[in-house]
């Protein structure tokens, strides 16, 4: 079964940070760009980063840009997403995606998901 595993999600304050990382099981995610997305409770998910296959091209949304830094390790078929100056609403269920191309963080061009990992921020 091909698909994304996150990790990395918890309990922070406000102003903290924290570290997902995105793995694949059942395939090689170093061919694929890399996306984040989230989804708050009552909301549609969004995108909000995506990395390229090589690393070399990265997208942020504009509500995280400055805040949330997105990296590959394909020595070790890992992606991060560096999360720091957390906000309370920044609170959501984080997903990685995979995607033959880092071009949007249109929801419809990723093809594998992940089951997600869940951020929460609050004092």
């Known amino acids: 079964q091909l698909q994304l595993v996150e990790s990395g999600g918890g309990l922070v304050q406000p102003g903290g940070s924290l570290r997902l990382s995105c793995a694949a099981s059942?395939?090689?995610?170093?061919?694929?760009?890399i996306g984040w997305f989230r989804q708050a409770p009552g909301k549609e998910r969004e995108g909000v980063s995506c990395?390229?296959?090589?690393?070399?091209?990265?997208v942020y949304a504009v509500s995280v840009k400055g805040r949330f830094t997105s990296s590959r390790d394909n020595a070790n078929h890992t992606v991060y997403l560096r999360m720091n100056s957390l906000k309370p609403e920044d609170t959501a269920i984080y997903y990685c995606?995979?995607?033959?191309?880092?071009?949007?963080?249109?929801?419809?061009?990723?093809?594998?998901w992940g089951q997600g990992t869940q951020v929460t921020v609050s004092s």
């Open positions: 990395i390229s296959s090589g690393g070399g091209s990265m």
């Open positions: 995606a995979a995607s033959p191309r880092c071009r949007s963080l249109n929801l419809d061009e990723y093809i594998y």
């Open positions: 059942g395939f090689t995610l170093d061919t694929y760009a």
